[in-house]
Structures are given as C-alpha cells and as structure tokens.
DNA sequence: CAGACATATTGAAACGTTTCCAAATGTGTG
DNA sequence: CACACATTTGGAAACGTTTCAATATGTCTG
C-alpha cells in the first residue's frame, strides 16, 4: 500500500495525495476528504524511508548519556521518551560510557541517523571545547549549565548545581556540623565540579579556613561507589558529625556504611544528599536532600528543543529551582 | 557525500561501491581496497533510507515496555539498549500505559518504524490472544513466560516466577511464620499472577487451608503502593509475621511503613521481597529477597532475538534461575 | 591458443516519496 | 462575456541506494 494506491484509488494524482498527507494548502476541502477517508480505510502508513530520502533528513532525535551507572539516568530517558511519544518524532537513545567522548559520539551518531535535534544527558565541558562546534543542529544539554560555554546552537536546563550544594552544606552548618566531609565526584564531571565548589563556598561564607574543610572522597554515583567511600571516610581518624553526598545514591550508600559500623543515622553522623530520588523518602531513616524537579528538568529540556527545531527558537540556559527536602537523616548538635 | 561520488573518485561504478559495502562476494580484493580507503578517507556514511527504500526494511528493533510505574524496566531498557550498541540494529523504546493493550501499540509501531524485531517487557496473555497472530516478526517477551501461549513467532525469557514465590513463601514459613500477607499485584498483570499462585502454592503444600491464607493487598509496583498496601494491612485486624512482597519497590515501601507504625523489621514482621535490586543490598534492614538476574534476562533475551533474525533461529522459551537472597529483614519466629 | 568457465564489473531499473512547473479549473471584475 | 487572477491538480524529476541481467575480463584445460 502506497501513496500511489491511494491515488489510483481516489482519482487523484500522486502530487496531491502527497499534499493532503503534508497538510499543504491548496487543496480542496473535497480532496482531502476523499484521500483522508481511503488514507484511513487502509490504515495506509507512509514510508518514511522514501520521505527521508526525498527531504534529506529526518524525524530523529537522538539522546547520549553520558555514564552508564548513575541510577537517575534511565528514569530521565523514560521521562523524556514519553514526551516524545505524542509528537512525530523518533526518540533514539545512545548510552556512552564514563570515560568516553560524548560528543564525539553524538557526532557520530548524529550523523548515522540523520538527526535533526539532540539532547545530552551529563558530559564535561572539555569535550565540548574540543568538538561541539562541529555539530550543526539544535542541542539540548540536560542536566548541566551552559551559559557559558558559548555555544551558538547550545541550550541547557539544569538546577545550579553550586547554589544547590551551597544550601545543603549551608543546612548542615546551620545544624551546628562543623566537620563536614564531600562524598563523591569524579574527574571530569561538570556536574561534580558544580556542587563541590557549593561545598567550598558554603564553608568559605561561614567563615570556615579552607585548611579546616571537611575530607573528601571520591566515587561515582552509585550506591557501592558511597558505601566503599563511607567506608574509608569511618577508618580514616577524621571525626566528622555531617556527610554531604553529591547524590542520594550514594548517601544511601554512606548511612549503609555507617549503620553496618554499628553507628546510626543521624544519631552519630548526618547525612544529606542531592537528586531527591523516590527511594530516598522511603529510605529508613528517610532520606534529607537537595531535590531537584528531574520531571520538570526533562520536559522542559524537551520543549526547549521542539521549539529551535519548530519556531527556530533561539537557545536558552535554564536554571530549575531546587527544594530542600528535610527528612530524617539530619540532626541538630 | 553518497556512494556515487566514491564511485566516481574511485573509477568504479556505484553497483561495484554499493557490493564493497556489503560484503558481497565477487568483488576483486583491489576494488574492495579502493573503494574501503575512499569511503574512509571521505567519513562517508551511508544514507540509511536509500537502503530502507530500496530493501522495504530497516534494521530497526522495536522494544515496547508495558507500564510506566515500574522501576525495574527502565533500567532494563539501559541494558538492552547497550547490548545493541554493538550492533547494526537501533533499538527504539516505545512506553505504553499500565492500561493500554501492549500488542497492539507494538504491531502499529512496527508497522510505522518497519521493524524487523520486537522485544516486549510485560505485558500479559489476554492482549497477545487477542492481536499478537497479526505480528509477523520474530519477538521475545521480556521478563513473562509464554511457553504455552502457542505463537509460532513468539519467544520468552524469565524467571519462573511461580516457582520463585512459593521459594520466598516457603523460606518465610519455614522461618516459622504461619500468616503471610501478599502484597501487591494488579490485575491483568501475568508476573502479579504467576507470583500469587507461587504464594498459594506454598501455603497449600505446607498444609494450610485456603481459608486459613494470608491477606492479600494489592497494588503496582512501586514504592507507594507498597507503603499504602501495608499502611492498610496494619490497621486492619489481621495480625501478619510475615509478608511476601511481589516486588522489591513494594517490600521497601512495605518495610518504611511498618518503621513509620513505630513497629521494626524484622523484630515485629519479617519481609521478603522480590527482584533483586540494587537498593536492597543496601537498604536497612537489608532486603532479603528472591533475585532474578535481570542482566541474564535482558542479554538472553537480545541474543535469541538476534538469533531468529541472523540464523532463522527457532523459538525458545528459557527460564533463567533465580537465587533467594538471605539478608536480614526475614527473622525466626 | 581456442574454447569453456569462473569471476568481476557495468548500467539501468526500481523503491515511495516530495516538490516544482505547467496546466486546468474556478471566481470576480469591468 | 472576456479577461486577469487565484486556487487546485497533474506530471515528472529527483533523492541514494540495491539488485539483476548483461557484459567484460581472467584463468584453466586439452
């Protein structure tokens, strides 16, 4: 069943056949019912391989996420797969790992797939500098800032990640936590990068020496990479009262630690996270932490792309407003 | 770029440049050298819809995931997603409501994108009876066993979910617990199905009465439900040891509101879950569970699917076992 | 070295659309 | 009613491949 069937079958030509299926104007409110009506009879679908082919591109629009282990990632390409569900276009997902070029790869696949948007979930500034420029359609990056960046064809939703962390830091603080150790972060993620320096400023603004800042320990995202890193941070001789974990994930992670050291949460350590994830409101204790709308990052992500590649929108860098979710894993000293 | 161009470049004509990038036989070793270095030399990529359009296929695969609540599956969809990385096929995800008919979105879909695969996550057999005989390519229901739902293109791997819940049931009563609330479940959900019957199965071979079972509280599979159901189940009169979740999500919601009701787990009920999560391991009390190996799932699953398609491979339906993860939120009565 | 094969290559048609130009039809104006 | 103009329609080329029949080239055998 083609296009071609349908015109036989109606009486009319290819060519309009074509242009009631395109909503072009000029056609007969009588043409399009005719061709509609059989359109419909047949349950007739257009190949979109001949289309693609004729009008060079596509309806694609491809995702990279960048890391394979954050847990928050998937969920966010469920989110974002459903908001493309009622459009017309092919969501594709292309999962990078950590230590790999997301741009380049986006590039790559960009390019395979004919892509005509794309969005980018986690990824470094550096690999950007080294290749964005070299990709010419709208790009959304979801979940890091790029005010910066300058990048013509470049948007990005986020929540600010510094002033996020600050607040969460600043929280403990307020409780009276002086020692306040950072868990988690790697090399190379922006999003890392972000609230550490809200961890610094928070302590910095208290009046706190850099020389007297809380231990740091590395990981990434995960709950293994917070429980190994809750760990070290318990064997170690730095007495700290309150934990800052770049993710819930990994404050899950820590008070995992923590209890299995025969400590509790927050009785001897607080602890507060940063993601608000669903689990952390049923974790026991129930989960303190930075929550950032993951919904709304995503849809508007999304909206933000629709609108460059449909009302040739110019590009935005939006910040979503994060919440401070008190529960249970703070305690007042 | 397009193969014409390597073509003139090279000397040879497009059907000799178009047999290089198949690997066609009968193409002389110098011609394949040739035209291979202009093709590399240019990054040429070829255009996928001239190939689509001449061939009537795609190299697409369908994955249709039935329910958007459940956690399990959007990590699922990751890990299948990176089986086809390194593929020639591109996995496109289709979500589909908790009530939708799974089977009939998937043959739309199919149709639209001209699939050649089709995986499905969920879903259950009324749907498939209803539609699935109009599917004609090969699929591999993800996760529910349809080993005796009689389709000839219809493969499936999963855990024996029967077996597993009378194991989980079994293990609580053989822990001493003689009244043992399920929790969980949605109608019209096969996984909800086979697990109860699991359930009753275990109660009846230990000699229990039917009327002398457990309560049952239904519910999706989330961390709210959970929490609801057992909310509902403690103020009620019926006084529970035990409770077999019918998944994790649920067990965790179950066990935070036993917490909230000022009650311990495992000191006034013990909890069994099901799934294997990562969160259990570190969850307090530790989850003890029944583990499915998700990861075996999703890479059979890819592989038989794969196989149908490369080596006209024949049907299959596989369990995949399942191990009864002894933690701590099951307690001796 | 001629003939018989096997192997390698060419050229052209076809896939199902979109889009542009030209032709046909309809509508309003003086 | 003739004309200009707007609207609607038809026809055909083009998009970049694959594939098949036909042709060219190479190789072996007696």
Redesign the pocket.
């Known amino acids: 069943m083609?296009?071609?069937d349908i015109a036989k079958e109606t009486?009319?030509?290819?060519?309009?056949?074509?242009?009631v299926?395109?909503n072009h104007?000029?056609?007969?409110?009588?043409?399009r019912k005719t061709i509609m009506e059989a359109v419909d009879r047949h349950g007739?679908?257009?190949?979109v391989?001949?289309?693609n082919?004729?009008?060079?591109q596509s309806e694609n629009i491809i995702i990279v996420v960048k890391g394979t282990f954050n847990e928050l990632f998937p969920v966010m390409v469920q989110r974002i797969q459903m908001y493309f569900r009622e459009t017309r276009y092919t969501l594709i997902t292309e999962y990078v790992d950590e230590e790999a070029d997301e741009v380049t790869r986006a590039r790559q696949v960009c390019l395979e797939k004919k892509a005509i948007g794309l969005l980018i979930l986690g990824g470094n500034k550096e690999n950007f500098e080294k290749g964005f420029d070299r990709i010419k359609i709208p790009a959304v990056l979801v979940t890091n800032h790029a005010g910066d960046w300058g990048f013509e064809n470049l948007s990005s939703v986020s929540t600010d990640d510094t002033e996020g962390a600050k607040k969460a830091v600043e929280f403990l603080l307020k409780k009276g936590h002086r020692n306040i150790a950072l868990l988690g972060g790697t090399v190379g993620s922006d999003t890392s990068t972000q609230r550490r320096l809200g961890w610094e400023k928070a302590q910095e603004e208290f009046g706190i020496k850099k020389k007297d800042f809380g231990p740091c320990v590395g990981g990434r995202y995960s709950f293994e990479a917070g429980y190994e890193a809750m760990k070290k941070l318990l064997k170690s001789d730095k007495k700290v009262t309150g934990v800052f974990a770049l993710a819930d994930v990994m404050a899950i992670g820590a008070i995992s630690a923590i209890s299995d050291a025969g400590l509790s949460v927050p009785g001897d350590v607080s602890v507060i996270g940063y993601d608000g994830i669903p689990i952390g409101a049923y974790f026991c204790p129930k989960l303190t932490t930075i929550r950032q709308s993951i919904d709304k990052i995503c849809d508007r992500s999304c909206e933000i792309l629709v609108d460059c590649l449909e009302n040739e929108g110019k590009t935005r860098h939006e910040f979503i407003p994060f919440t401070l979710d008190e529960r249970q894993s703070v305690k007042k000293i």
Chains 1, 2 share one sequence.
């Not at 009486?11 to 242009?19: L, Q």
């Not at 082919?53 to 060079?56: A, D, F, S, Y």
Request: net charge positive; aromatic share 6%.
């Open positions: 083609t296009i071609k009486g009319y030509s290819i060519g309009t056949v074509s242009r299926l395109n104007p000029n056609v007969s409110e009588k043409a007739f679908i257009l190949n391989s001949a289309k082919l004729k009008t060079v």
